[in-house]
């Protein structure tokens, strides 16, 4: 099988050596890191539904600075779905922000996101890194580095450069992160060579994921991990934090297809001066 820090697509060895071992342990596959047309997306929650109700897929919903689709899969409680986030800061890192309930991730995202919100910007806000962390980190979140070394801003290598932060701003950011996303399917194969070799320099656990915003690429990432199929989100996030990742599944995406969706999307949302919608009251 594909160990967890390999970058190769898994072979038909691999998948055969996967389902022999499946044969004596439960693995539970998820996709760390996807997109609804919640966010920049494509897919409809629909859509997503079928998709994974199809290929037994296991997701988090992370949409940009947005958790209306992902709290929406956890109420429909169709599909196995860890409630998520992805978190755009004003340094311009983003961090992959997971729940054991989507009330949590609801209480998160008041707190921590939605005062922060630009109205011409989906992705960027004006919450600093360090806050962002140390809020998670405080209401019980699981925290990943999304695409640690992605073009400009997102790059730790950028950060580190950068003299609107401080020398010690990265050291401070991988402190409060729990894990680092390996291998991201929505980048160029360089970028995720760049996160392998950085995670062999830190103590610190991984995740995968497709970043999605094709419903066709859904589920072509992701981790393996010792746990029976379930659709309760405490039970996911339990999986999540305390099991080691077992194996991994990385195939590229299409950067070709996928950028021109992004950047279509957030010039709509720049030109429309889009305010995001308020989260709904208690």
């Not at 991988?174 to 830190?202: C, M, Q, W």
């Amino acid at each position: 099988m594909t160990p967890p820090t390999s970058l190769q697509p898994a072979d038909e060895a691999d998948l055969q050596a996967l389902a022999e071992t499946k044969s004596g342990t439960e693995l539970q596959f998820f996709d760390l890191h996807t997109h609804s047309n919640f966010s920049d997306g494509l897919p409809s929650i629909d859509r997503i539904e079928d998709r994974c109700l199809r290929d037994q897929l296991s997701i988090s919903l992370t949409d940009h600075n947005e958790i209306r689709g992902s709290v929406l899969l956890n109420e429909r409680d169709r599909i196995s779905c860890l409630p998520g986030i992805e978190v755009g800061t004003k340094e311009g890192l983003e961090f992959l922000v997971y729940f054991g309930c989507p009330g949590q991730l609801e209480d998160y995202y008041r707190r921590a996101v939605e005062p922060f919100l630009l109205s011409r910007f989906m992705v960027r806000s004006k919450v600093s890194s360090i806050d962002c962390l140390e809020t998670a980190k405080e209401m019980g979140a699981f925290v990943s580095l999304a695409h640690p070394f992605a073009f400009g801003r997102k790059s730790l290598d950028f950060q580190r450069a950068s003299r609107k932060t401080t020398h010690t701003f990265v050291e401070e950011v991988v402190e409060r992160i729990d894990a680092v996303e390996l291998y991201n399917g929505g980048v160029p194969p360089k970028v995720n060579r760049r996160a392998a070799a950085f995670l062999e320099s830190i103590d610190k656990p991984i995740t995968v994921g497709s970043d999605s915003h094709r419903l066709r690429t859904y589920g072509s990432c992701g981790v393996y991990l010792n746990a029976k199929p379930s659709t309760d989100a405490a039970t996911l996030f339990g999986t999540l934090n305390n099991q080691p990742v077992h194996s991994t599944e990385t195939k590229a995406g299409s950067v070709t297809l996928t950028v021109p969706i992004i950047m279509l999307n957030h010039t709509l949302f720049f030109m429309r001066s889009n305010k995001h919608p308020r989260w709904r009251p208690k």
